[in-house]
Nanobody, 126 residues
Framework: EVQLQASGGGLVQAGGSLRLSCTLS????????IGWFRQAPGKEREGVSG????????HYADSVKGRFAISIDNAKNTVYLQMNSLKPEDTAVYYC???????????????????WGQGTQVTVSS
């Protein structure tokens, strides 16, 4: 059974940093991509960042470019999202998800992700 465990959320002041982790277990495919998405109250879920396991290709939403960095530890099947210079508008529940194939690599849209983690709350105070 494929499972994703997200962790690392919390409360931080504007300008601060957090590092989210997402650990994948139960996957039998050699290659996959992990994506991070977020959803704020009253808003639609939006893509934040993603990374491909084998080639390390990445993508970032324009709103986080230059502030967030995604990385992968293949030995641990764990993806990290380092979030710096956090802003109140980054407040949301952050979800990680795994994709085993998509039209882009890593995929940009939630519909191309196959399994989802439980989410971790990030709150940035002003």
């Amino acid at each position: 059974e494929v499972q994703l465990q997200a962790s690392g959320g919390g409360l931080v002041q504007a300008g601060g940093s957090l590092r989210l982790s997402c650990t994948l277990s139960g996957a039998t495919f050699d290659d996959y991509a992990i994506g991070w998405f977020r959803q704020a109250p009253g808003k639609e879920r939006e893509g934040v960042s993603g990374i491909g396991k084998s080639d390390g290709s990445t993508h970032y939403a324009d709103s986080v470019k230059g502030r967030f960095a995604i990385s992968i530890d293949n030995a641990k099947n764990t993806v990290y999202l380092q979030m710096n210079s956090l802003k109140p508008e980054d407040t949301a529940v952050y979800y990680c998800a795994v994709s085993f194939g998509g039209s882009h690599w890593p995929p940009r849209v939630s519909q191309e992700y196959d399994y989802w983690g439980q989410g971790t709350q990030v709150t940035v105070s002003s």
